[in-house]
């Protein structure tokens, strides 16, 4: 657990130091989602088919 909280403190102190780091941060998830987002949402009904053919 401990290079976990490293690893956030230093993200943290990398934000307050840098802001573009926020917005490059912000940025990949948002991207991330916009690319995720058909795959969950597609079609209504698309996603029990996918979830069905996952668990055979």
């Known amino acids: 657990m401990r290079p976990f ?8 102190m990398e934000l307050i130091r840098q802001p573009i780091f926020l917005l490059l941060l912000t ?10 987002a058909p795959f969950y949402c597609a079609g209504g009904g698309a996603l029990k088919p996918a979830i069905a053919g996952a668990r055979a």
């Open 27 to 36: 940025g990949s998830v948002r991207f991330d989602s916009v690319l995720a």
């Open 5 to 12: 909280r490293t690893i956030a403190v230093n993200a943290f």
